[in-house]
């Protein structure tokens, strides 16, 4: 069973709110990443990180942002949130190397109304 | 950028029909990974082919690796419902920084 957290699993807020999505991981992964799933489509590699201090923006371009202060987590931020950012986000995490399995979070639901 | 692309997109099969996903990338993959997401989950390592040919079974599943590195494809034989849900597969280039996912296959299973 994965040891990665994500918090709030459900959340509902109005248009031009700042919200923050937790993700803790208590398994020492270096790599740690966000993905953007919305119902029965694919995912979005939104940003990742290989470590304290290293944030990259993903394939797809996000309007959130992301820090890494502390290995074990991964905090994700919308400063004002739209509408269009209603979506499921996953974090996930891997220790490194070629071919580590991913481990993911059981996601954030965040719509924004 | 490295495309990993999954066909079909949907699946609808009786129960105990076989059921087949493939996935095919751009370029030559360093391995392959295969995650099924079950409805309203989050989605679940299943499997990592490395090797050139490689085959693996976990039970009714078959998962295969091309000989050029390229393709994959996962084989359920006798489909049951608890096969429900959606299968992706996940690809990393060798100079990869992060696995690459098909769109994913969604099969559903009817009695």
């Known amino acids: 069973e994965a040891d990665i957290y994500q918090t709030p699993r459900y959340l509902v807020i109005g248009t031009g709110k700042k919200i923050t999505l937790e993700c803790s991981q208590t398994m020492g992964h270096d790599k740690m990443y966000w993905y953007q799933q919305d119902p029965g489509m694919e995912l979005h590699l939104i940003h990742y990180s290989y470590g304290v201090n290293s944030t990259e923006k993903g394939d797809l371009s996000s309007e959130s942002t992301v820090s890494r202060i502390r290995t074990e987590h991964f905090p994700l931020t919308l400063e004002s949130a739209r509408p269009s950012h209603t979506s499921q986000y996953l974090c996930?995490?891997?220790?490194?190397?070629?071919?580590?399995?991913?481990?993911f979070g059981e996601g954030s639901w965040l719509t924004v109304v | 950028g490295q495309q990993v692309m999954q066909i079909p997109q949907y699946q609808h099969v009786q129960e105990g029909e076989d059921f087949t996903t493939y996935c095919n990338s751009s370029t030559t993959l360093s391995n392959i990974q295969w995650y099924k997401q079950r409805p309203g989950g989050h989605p679940v390592f299943l499997i990592q082919l490395v090797k050139s040919g490689e085959v693996k079974k976990q039970k009714r599943l078959t998962f295969q690796f091309g000989e050029a590195k390229k393709n994959s494809s996962l084989h359920i034989t006798a489909t049951q419902t608890t096969d429900v849900g959606t299968y992706f597969c996940?690809?990393?280039?060798?100079?990869?920084?992060?696995?690459?996912f098909g769109k994913g296959t969604s099969l559903l299973v009817t009695p």
């Open positions: 996930a995490s891997t220790r490194g190397g070629s071919g580590n399995t991913i481990y």
């Open positions: 996940a690809g990393k280039k060798h100079s990869g920084y992060a696995l690459n």
